[in-house]
T-cell receptor, first 111, second 116 residues
Framework: SQQGEEDPQALSIQEGENATMNCSYKTSINNLQWYRQNSGRGLVHLILIRSNEREKHSGRLRVTLDTSKKSSSLLITASRAADTASYFCATANTGRRALTFGSGTRLQVQP | GAVVSQHPSRVICKSGTSVKIECRSLDFQATTMFWYRQFPKKSLMLMATSNEGSKATYEQGVEKDKFLINHASLTLSTLTVTSAHPEDSSFYIC????????????FGPGTRLTVL
């Protein structure tokens, strides 16, 4: 399969709660990136974590990477209604510049 | 940050016609651009890698005669959907990166194609 898997496929939480999304992939990677997409719109880059990094923070975002398990997680803390969107992980596989996208998680934050 | 534009943002056409979609890097040069396709509520699937000055590299299962890609300059790649049919209706998104190696990609806003 070209794509990795993300879970959950859909997540609904209340404003102020934390949201955790997980991503698994299959091949050796150079880096893993997380993107956000509002309905019918383009993708916005959130964060990039390289294969030799284990954790990275950016504002309310925290990303972890476990290359031994070929998995990553994205944590959004203190969620807001404006965080409602689809979130995709994407891997830059070794030897290939094009990104391979996960299946995505649709996050709904209830105000 | 680097900006990528797409034109048009939305197009509706009749079956059998051809549609051209432009992808431009506005403030950087991109020797490589990528074209993705996204079905409703699905993830992005890579269609092809567009290389400036050379032929595009297509993913398995993507018809090169159906989806013509031209990368005539360092800031412009075009995707032409030839003899479009309703099953070609989709969201087409391009991306580009200003740097060599493996780095973040900057995505265009996408083009919604509807074929009647």
């Amino acid at each position: 399969s070209q794509q990795g898997e993300e879970d959950p496929q859909a997540l609904s939480i209340q404003e102020g709660e934390n949201a955790t999304m997980n991503c698994s992939y299959k091949t050796s990677i150079n880096n893993l990136q997380w993107y956000r997409q509002n309905s019918g719109r383009g993708l916005v880059h959130l964060i990039l974590i390289r294969s030799n990094e284990r954790e990275k923070h950016s504002g309310r975002l925290r990303v972890t990477l476990d290359t031994s398990k070929k998995s990553s997680s994205l944590l959004i803390t203190a969620s807001r209604a404006a965080d409602t969107a689809s979130y995709f992980c994407a891997t830059a596989n070794t030897g290939r510049r094009a990104l391979t996208f996960g299946s995505g998680t649709r996050l709904q934050v209830q105000p | 940050g680097a900006v990528v534009s797409q034109h048009p943002s939305r197009v509706i056409c009749k079956s059998g016609t051809s549609v051209k979609i432009e992808c431009r890097s506005l403030d950087f040069q991109a020797t490589t651009m990528f074209w993705y396709r996204q079905f409703p509520k699905k993830s992005l699937m890579l269609m092809a890698t567009s290389n400036e000055g050379s032929k595009a590299t297509y993913e398995q299962g993507v018809e090169k005669d159906k989806f013509l890609i031209n990368h005539a300059s360092l800031t412009l790649s075009t995707l032409t959907v030839t003899s479009a049919h309703p099953e070609d209706s989709s969201f087409y998104i391009c991306s580009a990166t200003p740097l060599a190696g493996y780095n973040e990609q900057f995505f265009g806003p996408g083009t919604r194609l509807t074929v009647l």
